[in-house]
């Protein structure tokens, strides 16, 4: 195996591993403001992913971002399935036409992210997992290429979760609690948060 | 019988799916295939994009085909589950924004009288508008 799939299959196992252990807090955030499945099914559709890690690994790099995605979609069972997975399949898209990691960094992100934003019909500042993933794409621009970027995108994670807390959530199952929502985190932005932390953690102790 | 659009029905609970799908059934016996899924793909409250491609496959008519959910992920999986069809299909299917019983039973009615794939959306949707 080459050193970029060594690297690829540490990062997407580091991912899952995270998002599973991560389920009890995503599921307590949920039945805060939601419906309480979010944890459950995110474990559900990383653990799907982690049983064909082997498989994930031995593809092309588009190729492998496509599987993820799809594997996320057909086994998540919520919302954040289709959200997720069209990232991923978005992401693998941009890497099938020219784009190449990790220079390209912040537009294969982008490209993910408008997947989400259209899936979802949502912008940021409506209590979603937007207002994680744009702050984590605008530092990835502003950063690109800078000693501090994995830091600084670890930060703006950190940060950018905390601040849907006092946000009313205007998507999703947590719109139907109005003004009930404010003074909750939102649990899909904390999960986006795992996962790019998780991924950063990874990268870091490469370096 | 002639083509008729079909109905699916998607619910997080197969229970409402079912008991929805029983109601439409009543009204229009079999003049409209109908087909329901409910669940995730645990089987726990929840929807899942493969049983929603399945359901849509099978009420597959010439006319097309409208789904009636319930919340959030039943719609957001829908319109997953929609753009994986094989593209002949994809533009022949619509996810239609109205309560999931009234919705299903009002565009199974107006589905029965031979009308087309926009008219069934536009009379489940007419519940919405008010």
């Known amino acids: 195996m080459s050193m970029q799939a060594e690297t690829f299959k540490a990062l997407v196992k580091v991912a899952a591993e995270q998002v599973i252990a991560s389920a009890p807090e995503l599921t307590s955030l949920d039945q805060a403001i939601g419906d309480g499945d979010h944890g459950f099914n995110m474990k559900r559709g990383f653990e799907a992913v982690l049983g064909k890690l082997d498989a994930i690994s031995a593809q092309p790099l588009d190729e492998a971002f496509k599987t993820i995605g799809k594997t996320l979609v057909m086994t998540v069972g919520g919302a954040s399935g289709p959200l997720y997975g069209s990232f991923f399949l978005a992401a693998g898209e941009a890497l099938s036409h020219d784009r190449h990691l990790p220079e390209d960094l912040a537009d294969v992100f982008g490209s993910g992210v408008n997947a989400v934003s259209a899936r979802g019909r949502s912008q940021t500042g409506e209590k979603t997992m937007l207002d994680v993933l744009v702050p984590v794409l605008e530092t990835l621009k502003a950063a690109a290429g800078q000693p501090d970027l994995i830091e600084r995108v670890r930060t703006t994670a950190a940060e950018a979760v905390e601040r849907t807390a006092p946000m009313q959530a205007t998507k999703g199952r947590a719109s139907f609690l109005g003004a009930r929502s404010v003074g909750h985190v939102d649990p899909g932005a904390r999960s986006s948060c795992v996962l790019v932390q998780a991924i950063c953690a990874s990268l870091e102790r490469k370096q | ?130």
């Open chain 2, 1 to 130: 019988m002639s083509e008729t659009v079909g109905i699916v029905i998607v619910s997080h609970s197969k229970d409402i799916a079912k008991g929805t799908a029983d109601m439409v059934r009543q009204m229009v016996g079999n003049e409209v295939k109908v087909a329901f899924c409910g669940g995730n793909p645990d089987g726990g409250l929840g929807t899942s994009v493969a049983s929603i491609i399945d359901a849509i496959n099978d009420a597959w008519s010439a006319k097309g085909v409208a789904i009636l959910v319930d919340l959030g992920g039943a719609e957001t999986n829908s319109e997953m589950a929609v753009e994986m069809l094989e593209p002949a299909r994809r533009d022949h299917v619509v996810v239609c924004n109205a309560p999931i019983v009234e919705g299903a039973v009002m565009a199974a009615t107006e589905s029965a009288g031979g009308s087309t794939l926009a008219q069934v959306k536009a009379v489940a949707e007419e519940l919405s508008a008010e």
